[in-house]
Every structure is written in C-alpha cells, then in structure tokens.
C-alpha cells in the first residue's frame, strides 16, 4: 500500500457540508480507523478516496501522485460497505 494524504478535502451535498477541510495522511502499511457519529462523513471521505465522489475543494494523493480526478477503475482501491448494496437481504 502507498500514504494516502488528504488535504483540505472538502464535499458538500447542496447546502450541506459533509466534509469540511479534512487533512489526513496514512502512512504506508499504517492501521487506520475513521470513527465518529452518524453522518459526521466518514463514508464520504472513504468514497472521496475511492473515487466515487468528487471532492468540491481539496486534493487525494497516493503518495506523490495526485488522483482526485482520476476514474475509480485506475485507482487500485476498494471499499466494503456496511449494508449489502447488491440486492435484497
């Protein structure tokens, strides 16, 4: 795995700001939790990260390369969401 840095990752959603000048950096091979309340944006930034958002402000580096615009597809990334997204349960 490659340092995954944030800085001043911003989304909003109309009004609502649901990621708000979030600086972070996980190191390669580093343990990270995010973990906070409902709808503080946890899932936003890992979506942020993953490609399936794009941020409003602010920039996603995997190490020295910038890759806020890059497709999810060419990120080498993945995400397991809390719910089954693929059909009922």
């Given at each position: 795995?490659?340092e995954v840095?944030l800085?001043?990752?911003?989304?909003r959603?109309g009004k609502?700001?649901a990621?708000?000048?979030?600086?972070?950096?996980i190191?390669?091979?580093?343990?990270?939790?995010l973990?906070?309340?409902s709808?503080?944006?946890?899932?936003?930034t890992?979506?942020c990260i993953a490609?399936?958002?794009?941020?409003?402000?602010?920039?996603?580096f995997?190490?020295?390369e910038d890759v806020?615009?890059?497709p999810?597809k060419?990120r080498?990334?993945?995400?397991?969401?809390?719910?089954?997204?693929?059909?009922?349960t």
């Amino acid at each position: 795995m490659v340092e995954v840095k944030l800085e001043n990752l911003t989304k909003r959603f109309g009004k609502v700001v649901a990621v708000d000048h979030v600086n972070l950096k996980i190191r390669d091979g580093e343990f990270m939790v995010l973990l906070g309340p409902s709808g503080c944006g946890k899932t936003t930034t890992l979506r942020c990260i993953a490609g399936l958002e794009i941020p409003d402000e602010g920039k996603v580096f995997f190490g020295d390369e910038d890759v806020t615009y890059l497709p999810p597809k060419d990120r080498n990334v993945s995400i397991v969401f809390q719910s089954y997204a693929c059909g009922p349960t």
